[in-house]
């Protein structure tokens, strides 16, 4: 009995002196330290005049500024003409909307689809709601069914029918015609 007590009193000795495991800890926090919202599979309806412009939809949406300014993460955006048609959608990872200035930028991995097949590559781009226009001033790809041009900067509509090139640096295919400055 004494030997069973002395293995059962070491035994207690031994798991005393263990340190003890720390609670666990989360590696970030839910909400962002100054978001005032956080919404999961948010649309917003761009309307310019009454007229549907743009629907955006994100998967997340962090909103700052009194609700004016919306950080979006895993965009899908989709262009409307005047007639209420779909003509281009756009994707992109993440990217921003500013309610006040009706402007969206979208960053990393952005892309645009015309209905006609033209496709735009760029890893940042910004919408004007009131102009109806895309642009940027980053490196872009367009291919469209008769070549493809690399180049930095446009300016265009959603659909790319109207499109200027700021600086064109490689054409393959049909020619295009770059308007001097």
């Known amino acids: 009995m004494s030997r069973l007590l002395i ?8 798991c005393a002196c263990q340190e003890p495991k ?4 989360a590696k970030a926090g839910v909400l962002p330290d100054s978001a005032q919202q956080m919404l ?3 649309d917003f309806f761009l309307t310019d005049g009454g007229v ?3 629907k955006l939809h994100a998967d997340t949406a962090l909103l700052y500024n009194e609700n004016t300014r919306a950080e979006l993460k895993h965009i899908k955006s989709d262009f409307y003409t005047l007639t209420g048609e779909r003509n281009a959608t756009l994707t992109a990872l993440e990217g921003t909307y500013q309610v006040r200035v009706q402007g969206m930028e979208a960053r990393r991995d952005v892309v645009v689809v015309s209905t006609d097949g033209r496709k735009l590559e760029t890893p940042q781009l910004k919408f004007d709601q009131a102009r109806n226009e895309i642009s940027s ?3 872009f790809t367009l291919t469209k069914p008769d070549g493809v041009v690399k180049g930095i900067g446009f ?3 959603p659909a790319m029918n109207h499109i200027t090139i700021l600086r064109a640096a490689k054409i393959f295919g049909q020619s295009v015609k770059i308007p001097k400055r």
């Open 7 to 14: 293995l059962l009193a070491s035994g207690a000795l031994v």
């Open 22 to 25: 720390a609670p666990p800890v």
């Open 40 to 42: 999961f599979g948010v």
């Open 52 to 54: 549907r412009r743009a």
């Open 137 to 139: 001033d980053s490196a």
């Open 155 to 157: 300016v265009s509509d």
